[in-house]
Structure formats: C-alpha cells, structure tokens
C-alpha cells in the first residue's frame, strides 16, 4: 500500500479513539489533575461574566471630510 493511505487510516483511528467514552474520560481527568496542580502552586481561577467582550467599546472615527479636495 501507498505509505498515504497508510497514513490517513492511522489519523481516521486515533480520530475514531478521540471521541470514544474512555478517551472523553481520561482527558477529562487529564484537565482535573492540572487545573489541581495549577491552584496548588497558587494559581487563581477568576470566573468572567457571559457578557464580557475583549475589546472595549470605542468611539467612532470621523474621517467624513479628512481629504482635501
């Protein structure tokens, strides 16, 4: 066989095996253990409201009128 297709079944199975019940599990775990160790060394979680945007709201531009004729 091509070594491509070769390849590409290997990325269809561990694709396959990413969204099985044990793998779901286990990086579920995974993300415990570390948000655990992360608050251990003194780390904070701070929850953000829904709402909140990253960009500030700005006030528009005038550019009507900014060329010369």
Do not use: W
């Not at 060394?41 to 829904?50: C, K, N």
């Amino acid at each position: 066989m091509n070594q491509d297709v070769l390849e590409d079944r290997d990325d269809r199975e561990e694709r396959l095996e990413d969204h099985t019940v044990d793998s779901r599990k286990r990086l579920r775990d995974q993300l415990q253990s570390e948000v655990e160790a992360f608050l251990a060394r003194g780390g904070q979680i701070q929850r953000v409201d829904p709402n909140t945007t990253s960009d500030p709201p700005q006030r528009p531009s005038n550019n009507y009128c900014s060329r010369p004729i």
